[in-house]
């Protein structure tokens, strides 16, 4: 059998199609791309569009898969990055990466002199008080806090030590409840909110959580968490869409129920039937072995 010609293997590769998951197209593998991470696969154009958008509005957070239901989790490597993506966006992802990794970093911060803007190393201290720091680049003492000038006996407008959020029946607590930025409780990337809906969903780690107390709401189908508490009748609709939403829901757990009870049956029905037949075919394949003559050598 002889080997196909380089023109014939490009000639089954474009006779087999794919669908894309993003756009639900069918295109050749010469026009798909494979995730390296995560294995995922999609064409080529969506990929580049997505990662545009990515880029765009992520702030700098890593690129994940565009698969929702994607098991691994994977994240776009930064040389997939740059084959979607031209050279000027992929800069712009390189620089807002490293700001967000700067913001991210409690040894890190910015110096505050307009024309210098490095990023400089915060020594903490273990009373928490703010203390001084040494621009690296413009030689600029700052306060860590205040980012004011640190001169001999000062004293720092926000003096007040940084307080880590204290828990209330393992619901965490902020004093800035209606803070219009906060971070992730789960990745700690920055999230902006300016109206809407307090159940929040990151778009970075697909983490669900409410806006005011940061509590967990992955597994709150029924969105009971704004029916008592502190966050009681906070969660930004109204009391008619709450109970449509979780009307719903029941009517999809209920729909299941029906389905497995319907089916179930119709199985305890099916299983002598299924029994007898396996038997049927474990005693015909017996009997032929039995029949079989010896041979002799």
């Not at 565009?66 to 776009?76: F, H, N, Q, S, Y």
């Not at 024309?115 to 190393?121: I, L, N, V």
């Not at 860590?144 to 000062?154: A, L, N, Y």
């Not at 300016?194 to 983490?207: E, F, P, R, T, W």
Request: positive net charge.
């Amino acid at each position: 059998m002889s080997a196909m010609s380089p023109d014939e293997q490009e000639d089954v590769a474009l006779r087999i199609l794919t669908t894309c998951k993003l756009c639900l197209s069918m295109y050749p593998s010469t026009e798909m791309s494979r995730l390296h991470m995560c294995d995922c696969i999609f064409c080529t154009p969506c990929l580049q569009q997505y990662v545009l958008f990515a880029i765009g509005g992520g702030c700098g957070a890593p690129v994940t898969c565009p698969d929702m239901a994607c098991r691994e989790k994977g994240v776009l490597l930064d040389s997939e990055i740059a084959c979607f993506a031209p050279s000027d966006k992929v800069q712009l992802y390189q620089r807002l990466k490293y700001e967000r990794g700067v913001q991210l970093d409690p040894s890190k911060t910015w110096c505050p002199v307009l024309k210098c803007q490095a990023a400089c190393s915060v020594d903490p201290r273990s009373d928490g008080q703010p203390g001084s720091v040494l621009c690296p680049a413009c030689r600029t003492v700052f306060c860590s806090v205040c980012k004011s000038d640190w001169r001999q006996g000062h004293s720092c407008s926000k003096s007040q030590p940084l307080k880590r959020p204290s828990f209330d029946n393992g619901i965490q607590v902020s004093d800035e409840a209606d803070s219009p930025i906060k971070q992730c409780p789960g990745c700690a990337v920055y999230i902006e909110r300016n109206q809407g809906c307090a159940q929040m969903l990151c778009k970075n780690c697909k983490h669900t959580f409410c806006w005011y107390c940061l509590e967990c709401l992955d597994g709150d189908i029924f969105l009971r968490h704004y029916d008592k508490g502190p966050c009681r009748n906070k969660l930004g609709h109204s009391r008619a869409s709450v109970m449509w939403n979780r009307t719903q829901v029941v009517g999809i757990l209920v729909g299941v129920s029906i389905i497995v009870l319907v089916t179930s049956p119709l199985l305890v029905l099916a299983s002598p039937c299924i029994i007898c037949c396996i038997c049927k075919s474990c005693r015909g394949k017996k009997k032929k072995k039995e029949t079989r003559p010896d041979t002799k050598i």
